[in-house]
Structure formats: structure tokens, C-alpha cells
């Protein structure tokens, strides 16, 4: 990580959605032990816990080995997720819960990200304070094109940014490189001239540097990097708000 980290700004900036400026899939324990807990009643002898535990040691491994094409299927992932985590239960012992039950918990944890999904405090203005200081601004971000564009119109995000990039509208996302090249070509910038900002070290920090580009990770919880790490961004910040000089 740099020591000195800049404090002019760049020419562009290429910034994700998906908790960094909105808080969307961060904490999936957190939601999903609320979730489960809303259908405790239907688990039998079994209790949420275990079905929260059960659902996120298997969304842990489905995620660990999933393509690229299922971040466009994220619904249907999750009822592959939860049906792998009722099996896993029937598996060790645990009556078994219903196909049905699955899809409904499945479909309740979809609602649930969006009923809790908001815009990170000072995120819209920092980023209308880069826009006022001349900085050349594109959202790039991974998904599919329905749930995404309904998120920049519900969050007020698409006149802020001079370009949209969507994984689902383009056919390419992060962290290949044409995802970046696209947008700065989009921008009228260079590598050198470019700041990438996200939660996603690969995505964001990873890729980005090998292209040449100042890769700033934003780690909203504080959690520092994982112990194991040797991504170094050239950055950390808490809040877009720390970017402003």
C-alpha cells in the first residue's frame, strides 16, 4: 500500500456499485440469520441458526467455484444455495425441509437485500463534489442489467456519472480487462490518468493495477485486509468522501 497516497485528484475515476456506494450484499451472516429467523416456525426440530449456517457454508461453496454467468442469475443461484444447504441438513441427520420451503426463503432473501439496500452517508455528495472539481466519472459494475439499472434510477446514480457500465448490458464485467479499457475508453483517459474505487480486491485493486491504474479498496466496515492477503491497494478508505482533496 502506498505510504504517501495522492491527494490530487486524477483525470477519471472508474467507481463500483455494489457496497461502495450503495450497501447491497455486504454481511450476508448478518442477513441471512435474520432471514431464517422469519421462518424459524417452518425448520421443525431444526433451528434458524443451523439453517443460516447450513445456507452460508453453501453459498461459501457455490461462490467459490461459480462462473461468471451466475452473477447475471443471482435469483436462481440462490435457490440453488439453499436447496444445497437443505440437502447438507438431511445429510447429517436433520428432517428434512421441502423444495418449497427453499424457493420461499430463498425468494424472502432477494426482498430482504432490497428492503435493506441504501446509499452509504456522504456517498452522493462526494461524488457530485469529484463531478464539480472536473473529475471524469464512470459506474462500473458487475450483474445483471434488470437489477442493476433499477438500482442507478432507484439511488438517483445515472446523472452523476458520465458513463454507465453494466456487466449485463455490455457482455463483459470485472475483472477482465476490456471492462476497464472500455470505460476509460469511454472517459477519453488513460491508465495513468485513472483511479479505480470498489469493495472487490480482485476486482478492484487486482485487476485495475495490472492495467496501470491507482487502485483504491474501500473497506466500509473497517475489517482491514484478510490475514492471508498479499493484495495491496495503493489506498484504503472508509468513505468516497475520503477521496476529496
Do not use: C
Amino acid at each position: 500500500m502506498a505510504s504517501n497516497p495522492m491527494t490530487q485528484l486524477p483525470r477519471a475515476m472508474l467507481i463500483d456499485m455494489d457496497d461502495t456506494i450503495l450497501s447491497a450484499y455486504g454481511r450476508p451472516e448478518i442477513a441471512w440469520h435474520k432471514v431464517t429467523a422469519e421462518f424459524a416456525g417452518e425448520f421443525g426440530s431444526t433451528t434458524s441458526q443451523q439453517v443460516a449456517a447450513a445456507v452460508l457454508a453453501s453459498a461459501r461453496e457455490f461462490w467459490g467455484k461459480a462462473g461468471a454467468e451466475w452473477r447475471l442469475k443471482l435469483e436462481e443461484a440462490r435457490h440453488i444455495v439453499v436447496g444445497n444447504g437443505f440437502a447438507a441438513l438431511a445429510a447429517s441427520g436433520h428432517a428434512p425441509l421441502s423444495q418449497d420451503l427453499a424457493k420461499r426463503l430463498a425468494d424472502r432473501f432477494s426482498t430482504f437485500r432490497e428492503e435493506e439496500m441504501f446509499v452509504f452517508p456522504g456517498a452522493h455528495d462526494a461524488i457530485d463534489a469529484l463531478k464539480a472539481h472536473g473529475v471524469k466519472l464512470a459506474l462500473v459494475t458487475n450483474g445483471a442489467s434488470g437489477p442493476q439499472r433499477a438500482k442507478v434510477e432507484r439511488f438517483a446514480l445515472a446523472h452523476r456519472f458520465d458513463h454507465i457500465q453494466i456487466e449485463g448490458e455490455h457482455g463483459f464485467g470485472k475483472p477482465e480487462e476490456r471492462a476497464y479499457l472500455h470505460a476509460m475508453e469511454a472517459l477519453g483517459v488513460t491508465a495513468p490518468e485513472t483511479w479505480m474505487i470498489g469493495d472487490n480486491l480482485e476486482w478492484e485493486v487486482v485487476a485495475p493495477q495490472r492495467l496501470g491504474i491507482y487502485a483504491i479498496w474501500i473497506d466500509v466496515h473497517g475489517d482491514g485486509l484478510p490475514q492471508d492477503s498479499t493484495v495491496r491497494p495503493d489506498r484504503i478508505i472508509r468513505s468516497l468522501t475520503e477521496l476529496l482533496p
